[in-house]
């Protein structure tokens, strides 16, 4: 492993509007290929790494507010699995081994997952995607990141988001919100900060596995994080 490196193993958790650029729905190439061009510069520093992918793009529970909330979430499931494949496609794409691991089994297109063989995947340099979030309704995707970092032991989770750092509030609404540097993961529970849902947080607090959240417009972010650089906010215990 390349010595400027801060992490051994990483999960990185996109949200499926980062696949879709300003697009907002859908798969946009450039901007899946854009991410996809800096996980391949860090697998090449010897990193290994893991990704969690939502499927806000295709798909969100709020979509089926007159639906039944298990089968909304299943259909959000689904959409995490179409990413999952979208990017499994650019990497390999790359010439980077990749494996889709998929918490609802789908034989004919991923690997169940395993944990055992995710870890076995990491150790030989693929990047594994881990999606269809856990496998069961009423949890999200931001769980699932949570979950399947504390499961292969990973150093951090990098958060890509559409906003650069946590801020006390929206930045996009509230001008005078303040900008983090560092923050508490009890800090961001007690602030009811948008930064994970609340099962997440506390999924993460409890395991201290520290987060990195950083905006995923300037897709080299991924790589300076990973050489050390102080990018986006870091929630730690």
């Not at 856990?134 to 951090?156: K, M, N, Q, S």
Request: aromatic share 6%; charged share 30%; net charge negative.
């Amino acid at each position: 492993m390349d010595e400027q490196v801060k992490y051994k193993r990483i999960l990185l958790k996109l949200s499926g509007e980062a696949l879709a650029g300003d697009k907002k729905t859908g798969v946009y190439a450039e901007v899946i290929g854009n991410i996809c061009d800096k996980i391949k510069e860090v697998v090449e520093l010897g990193v290994e790494v893991a990704i969690v992918v939502g499927g806000g793009n295709f798909w969100r529970g709020k979509y089926g507010h007159e639906m039944e909330r298990t089968t909304s979430d299943y259909m959000g499931m689904l959409a995490t699995i179409m990413n999952g494949l979208a990017l499994q496609d650019c990497l390999e794409a790359r010439g980077i081994p990749t494996r889709l691991q998929t918490s609802i089994e789908m034989r004919e297109i991923a690997e169940p997952f395993i944990k055992r063989k995710a870890i076995k995947h990491l150790e030989k340099g693929r990047i594994v995607i881990f999606a269809g979030g856990i496998g069961e309704p009423y949890f999200t995707t931001d769980t699932a990141g949570a979950l399947r970092a504390a499961e292969i032991e990973a150093d951090v989770i990098l958060v890509a988001k559409t906003i650069d750092a946590v801020y006390s509030a929206d930045p996009k609404i509230d001008k005078s919100a303040v900008r983090y540097d560092e923050i508490t993961y009890l800090d961001i529970l007690n602030q009811d900060l948008k930064v994970m849902d609340s099962t997440a947080t506390s999924l993460c607090r409890d395991n201290k596995i520290p987060l990195v959240v950083f905006g995923i417009s300037e897709p080299e972010n991924i790589v300076k994080i990973i050489k050390g650089e102080k990018i986006g906010t870091l929630v730690k215990e």
